[in-house]
């Protein structure tokens, strides 16, 4: 079956603009996760939703990040007033129920460019 | 939080060689997860295990709960092995998600 999708798989945006990437779990998939990975670095967690519900936002990095998932199935994960600083691959993953000890299936990736 | 380290960070090897990557955690975990990501950023999940051994063709990983360490080793390496290896694990504290290491970069040379 599909696997986790991603899109856009490149985006690039001046500093200041509106992004807004999305992630299509496996079907059926409750848990849906995703992550930053900046350049060199390993994934750090973003935020984690159980279906509809957004359980976990620890990791946003400011109020400027701002994910959502309102039907328990694709979830898009929205960056206002980009900054330099948010330039990363962004990941989604998901997994049939919670990650600790699930498999996580990842997508491909957005790889956001701020200029 | 779970501190999630790795070593090597960078491995160069030639064909053919045995090569083991090691990981060690903070917090105990219920499973532990070794990922392989090449360059263009897919992630493919590889092994999550809990205990003992586990083997996936020429792939073997080994954790050790009482140490919180696990070991990834790769038989007969070949160029295709050439990827970045990350291990990850609960962050612990019933909070979400995975926490990870910073990955090996690996490359074998033919």
């Known amino acids: 079956g599909a696997g986790v999708s991603q899109s856009p798989r490149y985006k690039v945006a001046k500093r200041g603009q509106d992004v807004a990437l999305r992630c299509d779990p496996i079907?059926?998939?409750?848990?849906l996760f995703w992550y930053q990975q900046a350049l060199g670095q390993g994934p750090e967690f973003l935020t984690y939703f159980q279906n509809e519900a957004q359980l976990d936002k620890s990791g946003l990095p400011s109020d400027r990040f701002f994910a959502e998932r309102p039907e328990g199935s694709v979830s898009t994960l929205k960056i206002q007033r980009t900054q330099q600083e948010d330039s990363a691959v962004y990941l989604c993953a998901s997994s049939r129920r919670r990650a600790g000890d699930n498999e996580q299936f990842f997508g491909p990736g957005t790889r956001l460019t701020v200029l | 939080k779970n501190e999630v380290e790795q070593s090597p960070q960078n491995l160069t090897a030639q064909e053919g060689e045995f090569i083991t990557i090691n990981c060690s955690y903070s917090?105990?975990?219920?499973?532990l997860h070794w990922l392989q990501q090449h360059p263009g950023g897919g992630i493919v999940s590889l092994f999550m295990l809990s205990s003992g051994k586990k083997k996936h063709g020429r792939l073997i990983a080994t954790i050790n709960i009482q140490e919180k360490h696990s070991s990834l080793h790769i038989t007969a390496s070949h160029p295709r092995d050439s990827a970045v290896y990350i291990c990850?694990?609960?962050?612990?504290?019933?909070?979400?998600?995975?926490?990870f290491g910073k990955g090996t970069h690996l490359i074998i040379q033919p």
């Open positions: 990850a694990a609960p962050p612990g504290g019933g909070a979400d998600g995975l926490t």
């Open positions: 917090v105990g975990i219920s499973a």
């Open positions: 079907s059926g998939h409750v848990s």
